[in-house]
């Protein structure tokens, strides 16, 4: 769903994950994640998640509220999609 409010905000979970997750890495620490963090806890992820590694293989299985995470060969987040 999209809303038509004038604060440009993302609406829908595949932009705002996108703009918590996108170049960070993913730790396992206990920290609450601030704007200006270089990492995010995995903890903080929707529970149906999976995190795809660069050159992972994934199934090709559809999860409609599924986060799907993308790293790059660093580690570091360079896409998040659902399905």
């Known amino acids: ?12 979970p ?3 994950w996108s703009s918590l997750l ?5 730790s396992s ?4 994640p601030s704007s200006n963090d270089t990492s995010f806890p995995t903890k ?3 529970s149906q998640h999976r995190v795809i590694q660069d050159g992972g293989m994934a199934t090709m299985d559809h999860v409609p509220d ?18």
């Open 1 to 12: 769903t999209t809303s038509s409010s004038s604060n440009n905000k993302p609406s829908d």
């Open 14 to 16: 595949t932009s705002i």
């Open 29 to 32: 620490s206990n920290n609450t």
């Open 66 to 83: 599924r986060l799907n995470v993308h790293l790059d060969k660093d580690g570091v987040v360079k896409k998040v999609t659902q399905g």
């Open 44 to 46: 903080n992820l929707p």
């Open 22 to 26: 996108l170049g960070k890495t993913l």
